[in-house]
């Protein structure tokens, strides 16, 4: 692991379910990674990372330890998180984290970005999904 010693990730405050990722070389800011609890069984993993260390695999270590941890730890019956279809790297974080695509859907926004019109990407893993990875 190229993350700090010890936990990883590290609280931010008085947010629940929200750690900072630091380099265990340098301890600069990777970014922050969430797991929202919606309290029915069901986590929203979410991560953003400082553009500097998009391509790294940090993302990718940081959001199978969140989901890791939302299972082992919390007892989560499954982990969903969404993207714009268009975001073909926070897509392959999610794959490699275990989640698989489940709907595309097509939300109406007020003032959309670019690629909004290819609509948003939702991705699930269940802990039965995340338990055959992870024998």
Do not use: C
């Amino acid at each position: 692991m190229r993350f700090l010693s010890g936990d990883f990730l590290k609280p931010r405050g008085g947010e629940p379910g929200v750690w900072t990722a630091r380099e265990r070389a340098s301890d600069a800011f990777v970014g922050w990674f969430g797991l929202y609890d919606r309290g029915d069984g069901t986590g929203d993993l979410g991560y953003r990372l400082a553009r500097i260390m998009w391509g790294s695999g940090y993302a990718t270590e940081g959001a199978k330890r969140v989901v890791d941890f939302g299972f082992s730890k919390l007892g989560l019956a499954r982990i969903v998180a969404d993207t714009m279809a268009v975001n073909l790297a926070s897509r392959r974080v999610m794959e490699r984290a275990g989640l698989v695509q489940m709907r595309t859907t097509h939300p109406e926004y007020a003032d959309p970005q670019p690629g909004a019109e290819h609509g948003d990407v939702e991705y699930e893993i269940t802990r039965d999904a995340w338990l055959r990875l992870n024998p």
